[in-house]
């Protein structure tokens, strides 16, 4: 049985909220060596404060749309790293 690190659940391609609303991303991931460690990025940069599965944020404005993906690390030596698709968040 293959226990490569990969995502069971991944991002959706677009996802579209409303200005003032939350906004959350989940990712899944399964095999390798847990812990996981988790960092969300919008536009190639970190978030900070986003290090879990899920990607939070309470009250969207227009400058949160873009696009985001979340580099999964297990805790194996060398770490496995898998990155999720990318989500085109767009704010109306």
């Known amino acids: 049985m293959d226990n490569a690190l990969r995502l069971t659940t ?8 409303t200005s003032g609303s939350a906004l959350s991303l989940t990712v899944v991931a399964a095999g390798g060596t847990t812990p996981y460690s988790y960092v969300w990025k919008k536009g190639g940069s970190a978030v900070s404060g986003q ?8 009250n969207t404005a227009a400058g949160d749309a873009g696009d985001y993906v979340c580099e999964v690390t297990d805790a194996s030596t060398p770490a496995g790293k898998v990155t999720s698709s990318t989500c085109t968040v767009t704010v109306a």
Not at 51 to 58: C, D, L, R, V
């Open 10 to 17: 991944d991002l959706p391609d677009t996802k579209s909220v």
């Open 51 to 58: 290090t879990t599965a899920t990607f939070n944020k309470s």
